[in-house]
């Protein structure tokens, strides 16, 4: 098997993205040109499966008593075994088990990164507290601000791992990791490096991305104009200088940022070319995913309060819509996300957890695509799409990762199902077996006997 490229080494930081991140198309296009009948070897051959590819815009891309094989830590052939070419020899056989293999899941929003949690503030809320009187008395996203501030490097690191475990746990082999609860130069610096650190210690593919203007730090009450222009013109250039920083996100919100704030961070990002995304339109309808389609973003997220226009323009660019049930679940919310109109007009729908203190505790990507197909109704293959293939078109890694093709990287995942409706379908339950990262293997439980 030719090797398909110099990167064989399980490198979970790539170089930052370029523009939509697609870079180095054209470098991309020869891995994706891997001789798709390889003539003689690979490292490991995968059989005793069954496939659900996501290569395509509809269906799972079943192939029943599949075979995959693996070169350098990408896929270097995919199909039914009776079609595996002859003489294909393979360092290494895996045997399946009778297991279906995914591609790795991809939680494409989280905020898993920080220090403390909210669970006192859930408490007071079930005893009668008002949001007001919680927020008067220093709680709400401040108080994850200030615990997030006071934590030294390692403990935020401490506190962060069991929850990226969590999800490992459930086959996620890529995950997206946005700062925000630091809003000092110093304190994001601090939690994207947390982030780049769980990259490596976890073996885990991990995207930053910078959220400096997701709420206005008190030092700025009053100013957050002035705080802007430090996001924008120190904090954005000091922490892309540093290699932290993947795309850059803001949170368009009455009590967020307002269009014109969130479209000078989108300047700034375009000057380093990053790729942007949008917490749009989740508590009310700023016009937010107009605003992020228009500047060619990656994503809109949330979108309960997403208007026809804004559907349009994200149609119209191509802008994925991240969808976050945990968020919706989490805060009781009733207004649902506009997912027929979404679906009509063609706009690609992702699902991701919003891992969060405030507005979803949850490290449960299954319970996630559970929640799109109940509360949202989406169908069990669009919630396995939203957080496989789509998801990855999210971080703007499609070209690399999200389906088993030829070429992208080795990211999958084995479960112990009968069909992949079941991942969406129970509640609770983890049927992952092992993953591959890069094409090396973490087992996650024994196989039971038959
Ligand atoms: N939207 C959310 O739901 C979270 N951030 C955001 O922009 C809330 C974050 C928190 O309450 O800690
Ligand atoms: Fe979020």
């Not at 559907?311 to 805060?331: E, K, N």
């Given at each position: ?45 995968i059989v005793n499966v069954d ?15 599949g075979a995959l ?25 895996f045997d399946g088990n009778g297991g279906w293999i ?312 084995l ?18 077996r092992a ?16």
């Amino acid at each position: 098997m030719p090797s398909v490229d110099g990167e064989n080494a399980l490198s979970p930081n790539p170089s930052p993205a370029r523009g939509r991140g697609e870079q180095n198309e054209s470098l991309r296009d020869s891995h994706v040109k891997a001789d798709p009948h390889p003539a003689s070897g690979c490292d490991l051959l995968i059989v005793n499966v069954d496939l659900a590819t996501m290569s395509a815009p509809q269906g799972y891309g079943e192939i029943r008593d599949g075979a995959l094989a693996l070169s350098a830590g990408r896929i270097g052939w995919v199909g039914r075994r009776s079609d595996l070419p002859a003489g294909i020899r393979a360092a290494d056989t895996f045997d399946g088990n009778g297991g279906w293999i995914t591609p790795g899941l991809i939680d494409c929003h989280t905020h898993i990164v920080y220090a403390g949690n909210r669970s006192s503030e859930f408490e007071a809320r079930l005893n009668g507290a008002t949001y007001e009187e919680i927020a008067g008395a220093g709680g709400g996203i401040m108080a994850t601000v200030r615990a997030t501030r006071a934590a030294s490097e390692a403990q935020l690191l401490h506190q962060s791992l069991p929850r990226v475990r969590s999800l490992l746990a459930e086959g996620v082999t890529t995950l997206e990791i946005k700062s925000g609860y630091g809003l000092t130069l110093e304190s994001e610096a601090k939690m994207l490096r947390v982030a780049r650190t769980i990259g490596a210690l976890l073996a885990v593919d991990v995207k930053t991305t910078f959220l400096g203007a997701h709420a206005l730090p008190p030092e700025y009450a009053g100013r957050a104009d002035a705080y802007i222009d430090a996001v924008c013109g120190d904090m954005l250039p000091a922490l892309a200088a540093e290699g932290l920083v993947d795309a850059v996100d803001a949170f368009c919100e009455n009590i967020g940022f307002t269009p014109a704030q969130t479209e000078r961070v989108f300047a700034a990002a375009q000057r380093l070319q990053l790729p942007i995304k949008l917490h749009a339109e989740q508590l009310s309808n700023q016009n937010g995913a107009a605003l992020v389609a228009r500047h060619d973003g990656l994503s809109a997220d949330h979108l309960e309060y997403l208007s026809e226009a804004g559907i349009a323009a994200m149609a119209q660019h191509r802008t994925v819509a991240v969808l976050l049930p945990g968020a919706y679940y989490f805060l009781r919310e009733t207004r649902l996300p506009p997912v027929q109109a979404l679906r009509e007009a063609g706009v690609p729908i992702a699902i991701a957890t919003d891992c969060n203190p405030g507005t979803a505790p949850l490290t449960s990507l299954l319970l996630a695509m559970n929640m799109a197909c109940t509360l949202f109704r989406l169908t069990p293959q669009e919630a396995l799409a939203g957080a496989t293939s789509i998801a990855a078109q999210a971080l703007g890694i499609a070209s690399e990762t999200g389906s088993l093709v030829v070429g992208k990287h080795a990211n999958l995942a084995l479960w112990d199902i009968g069909h992949p409706s079941e991942l969406s379908y129970a509640i609770g339950f983890n049927p992952c077996r092992a993953a591959f990262q890069r094409g090396i293997l973490r087992q996650n439980k024994p196989v039971e006997a038959a």
